[in-house]
């Protein structure tokens, strides 16, 4: 008797040990998943990017109009062309009513009939991109609503090759966002932020890009931001409104927030709210106008708006081949 309840105690013992065991083990187990789940989230942790980003504004195609050949869309003389553009907005900006200006260029217009003009523009909004409209809006511009274009001209040979080509001309904004510029007025505190340093800068989707910014000091008290700013979209880009220059590329900007504009001094190689692109290149500098507070020591978010003209050429070669 004795024995047995010796043996069940031995038993009883071992079971509750394997039973600690089991309970360790969960127990590790489920604080590894926790301190991995913990890991990751504090990678992802930081500054959540306030734009959808992305180098294209708006890009711009023929419609398919027919069949192939050698590369070069084909029709017979007898037949009508058309000639229509799908216009799909791929950055942040939205494209207002008649802000697309669209010239049809490379052919003789007293060639064809059923050509209705020359230039057109957009008759309806086209929306940029967002979370909830990730794809972006889109329109057509139909130089032959009529159905099509038909070529006039004798064709002498087998066919004549026409080269039509568009250029489109658009009003465009970038919305650059640094969210952690450092107000610091004694450089020797490591407190919170540093001032000497490259800041996380986030940009629009745009042809238009800011690409990096600086921070640096800028006398006693004060600093200042220096903005990089890229033609990253292959156009071409001026001021809003003014005439497009082979020689150079100009962009217009502004400080934000409204509240800040009065506290700094912003200007580009001496100019203030505009700036030309040396090698697609144009570099902004902001400096703080009147020194900080005795030891001032925050971060604020300060942004950068470019607005612009920008300017694209796509080109799309037509055989006519002569009825048989």
């Not at 907005?89 to 007293?110: F, Q, R, S, T």
């Not at 902004?284 to 900080?292: D, K």
Request: hydrophobic content about 35%; aromatic content about 10%.
């Amino acid at each position: 008797m004795n024995e047995k309840l010796k043996i069940s105690g031995v038993h009883k013992i071992s079971n509750f040990m394997n039973n600690r065991k089991y309970i360790f083990a969960l127990f590790a187990v489920s604080l590894l998943f926790l301190m991995t789940a913990c890991e990751e989230e504090d990678g992802d942790m930081g500054i959540p990017e306030p734009f959808q980003g992305g180098s294209q504004g708006l890009t711009a195609e023929f419609e398919e109009i027919g069949p192939v050949e050698e590369g070069e869309y084909f029709f017979y003389e007898d037949e009508v062309i058309p000639m229509q553009m799908i216009f799909k907005n791929k950055g942040e900006e939205n494209v207002d009513i008649g802000d697309l200006v669209v010239e049809l260029k490379g052919i003789l217009l007293a060639d064809f009939s059923g050509i209705v003009s020359g230039v057109l523009s957009n008759n309806e909004l086209i929306e940029g991109i967002s979370e909830f409209n990730p794809e972006g809006g889109e329109t057509i511009i139909d130089f032959t609503p009529t159905g099509g274009a038909s070529y006039l001209q004798e064709i002498s040979g087998t066919h004549y090759t026409i080269n039509p080509f568009i250029v489109y001309t658009y009003a465009y904004s970038t919305k650059a966002l640094v969210p952690e510029v450092c107000f610091k007025e004694n450089l020797r505190d490591e407190r919170l932020c540093n001032v000497r340093e490259t800041k996380e800068v986030f940009s629009s989707g745009a042809p238009i890009q800011v690409i990096s910014v600086e921070e640096e000091t800028a006398g006693t008290g004060k600093i200042a931001l220096t903005f990089e700013v890229d033609n990253v979209g292959g156009g071409e880009v001026t001021t809003p409104g003014a005439e497009f220059n082979p020689s150079y590329e100009q962009i217009a900007y502004r400080l934000e927030p409204i509240t800040e504009r009065a506290n700094w001094e912003c200007t580009a190689a001496g100019r203030e709210n505009e700036a030309r692109l040396v090698d697609g290149r144009a570099t902004i500098r902001c400096r703080l106008l009147n020194p900080l507070e005795e030891d001032a020591l925050y971060t604020k978010a300060i942004g950068l708006i470019v607005n612009y003209d920008y300017r694209d050429v796509v080109q799309q070669k037509i055989r006519i081949k002569k009825a048989i």
